[in-house]
């Protein structure tokens, strides 16, 4: 069933992993999706005519992008704000609450968080003349439960969860039926992993020693954190706003284990 038929959909941070699924899967379902990155030229898997530059952190950017959106297409009706980072793209530098740099902590937050603000922003009045529409936040298991070593991206991603509580209910409160909710992966299988885990003989078990305390015993899948997306951004999810959706195989269920 072709659940997003006649849907326009941007996606952000969406040239590989998890961005990129969740749009595949969209335009498997009817959707036409708007892929975004920072890259000027798209990836090799995304054509040319449905990839449009985005910096998430610039406003100007932002305001592009929708105008883009709003004289090609009409409209929009699902933004899946997907860009972010965790802060050792660059190799690892402090992150911890007493050695962080203001900077660092800045830059995170500047496209986590700040992104994330600007992306709700354009999309509740982008959305609003028609009245309606699903905005779905990809916060993370770290928005969650504290990480020592990495204080920035957890406080970016606990924010990013609640700035989509607030986003819900302003959207209710001003009579529209605009929804907002988050996703909250775990450890999922994406390029970041691979390039950790590698191709070597020891590959199964880096693997398993990364997932030893998750119940379930095993990564996740891009394709199970697009199906997600895939629900919120349905009309089968109507009732559904001011949520969030835990993806990480058990792991926030109760067990005992060290962030």
Partial sequence: MKNLENKIALVTGAARGIGLTIGECFENNGAIVIYSDLPETPPKNIDKGKYIKLDVRQENDWQNVISYISQKYGQLDILVNNAGITGFEDGFVPHDPENASLDDWRKVHETNLDGVFLGCKYAIKTMKPKGVGSIINISSRSGLVGIPNACAYASSKAA????????????????????????????????????????????????????????????????????????????????????????????????????
């Fill in 160 to 259: 990013v969860r609640n700035h989509s509580k607030s986003v819900a209910l302003y959207c209710a409160q001003i009579g529209t039926k605009i929804r907002c909710n988050s996703i909250h992966p775990a450890a999922i299988l994406t390029p970041m992993w691979e390039a950790i885990i590698g191709d070597g003989e020891d590959r199964e078990e880096k693997m398993a020693g990364f997932v030893k305390d998750t119940p379930l015993k095993r990564f996740g899948t891009k394709e199970e954190v697009a199906a997600m997306a895939l629900y919120l951004a349905s009309d089968a999810s109507g009732y559904v706003t001011g949520s969030e959706f835990n993806i990480d195989g058990g792991l926030l269920a109760g067990s005992a284990i060290s962030p």
